[in-house]
C-alpha cells in the first residue's frame, strides 16, 4: 500500500494547487437526500482502539469546525459531524444510484456472505489531503483488494450491475469534510506534521458489514440496512 498511498498524496495534492479544496455545504442539514448503494461498516467505540497522535489530530479537526464537518465514533449530531466508516466498495455510485430489486440484492448478499472474511483489523497509520477534506488510510491484516476484485469478478460472472464513482483500491476512513471555501495554504500548514509524517492512530476491528443505502456523512439516521454480513458469533455493533 505504500506506494498506493505515495501515489494518492502526490496526485491528490496537484488537484488541490491547481483547483483549491471543494467544498460542499448541501452536508449541513441532518438528512442528505444524496444516497448511494454500497458495502460499508460504521465504527463504535467497542470496536476502535485509538492513539494519542488521533487526539491530538482531533483537537486540530475541532478548531476548523466553522469550516466543514469533522467524521466522530458512535456520532450523535446528524448536521455537524459525519459518523466515522470504511467502505468496502460503492455497489452504486452517488451519481448512478438507483433502486435494486429484491433478487439483486439478495444474489449480491450470497456473493458476499461466500467472499468476505470476518473480522479482521485495520491500522491507520496515514492522513491525505483529498480535494474534498482529509482522510485517514492504512493497512488490514488481510487482502482487501483481492477480496474486492473477487467480488467485482463474481457479479460479472452472475450478471449483477457495479458502477463504482471510481475504482477503489485502499483503505481509508474520511475524517473531515469542507462545508465552506478554505484557504489551501493555511489548511496545508496547519496539518503540515500529520500530513507528511507515518503515524500510529490506532486501529479499528471490522468485525461486520452492511450492505445498503448510505449517505455522504453515513449517520445512523440516514442509512438503509438491505442486509447484514458477519459472522454468526461475532456482534455487528
Known amino acids: 500500500m ?7 498524496k502526490t496526485n491528490n495534492l496537484n488537484n488541490i494547487f491547481a483547483n483549491g479544496f471543494t467544498f460542499d455545504e448541501k452536508l449541513l442539514i441532518e438528512k442528505d437526500d444524496r444516497i448511494c448503494q454500497a458495502i460499508f461498516s460504521i465504527f463504535n467505540n467497542k470496536s476502535i482502539q485509538l492513539t ?31 459518523s466515522m466508516h470504511f467502505t468496502f466498495l460503492q455497489q452504486l455510485s452517488f451519481a448512478s444510484f438507483y433502486y435494486m430489486t429484491n433478487d439483486e440484492l439478495e444474489k ?34 488481510i487482502d482487501i483488494n483481492e477480496l474486492r476484485n473477487k467480488y467485482r469478478k463474481a457479479c460479472k460472472d452472475n450478471g449483477l450491475s457495479i458502477i463504482e464513482p471510481y475504482f477503489n483500491n485502499i483503505i481509508h476512513s474520511t475524517i473531515f469534510r469542507f462545508t465552506s471555501p478554505v484557504n489551501v495554504k493555511e489548511i496545508l500548514d ?18 461486520h458489514f452492511y450492505m445498503g443505502k448510505g449517505t455522504i456523512k453515513l ?4 442509512i438503509l440496512i438491505d442486509y447484514i454480513i458477519k459472522n454468526d458469533s461475532t456482534d455487528d455493533g
Not at 506506494?3 to 494518492?8: A, E, K, L, W
Not at 489530530?57 to 466522530?72: A, M, R
Not at 449517520?219 to 440516514?222: F, L, P, Q, T, V
Open 2 to 8: 505504500f506506494t498506493i498511498y505515495n501515489d494518492m
Open 52 to 82: 494519542n497522535n488521533f487526539n491530538l489530530l482531533y483537537e486540530l479537526l475541532l478548531s476548523e469546525k466553522d469550516s466543514g464537518i469533522v467524521y466522530q465514533i458512535d456520532n450523535e449530531n446528524h448536521i455537524s459531524n459525519g
Open 108 to 141: 449480491h448478499y450470497k456473493i458476499l456472505k461466500e467472499i468476505l472474511v470476518l473480522p479482521f483489523t485495520i491500522k491507520f497509520n496515514r492522513l491525505i489531503a483529498v480535494p474534498i477534506g482529509l482522510v485517514l488510510c492504512g493497512e488490514a491484516d
Open 190 to 207: 496547519k496539518f503540515n506534521y500529520f500530513l507528511n509524517n507515518a503515524i500510529d492512530y490506532g486501529c479499528v476491528t471490522i468485525n
Open 219 to 222: 449517520n445512523r439516521n440516514e
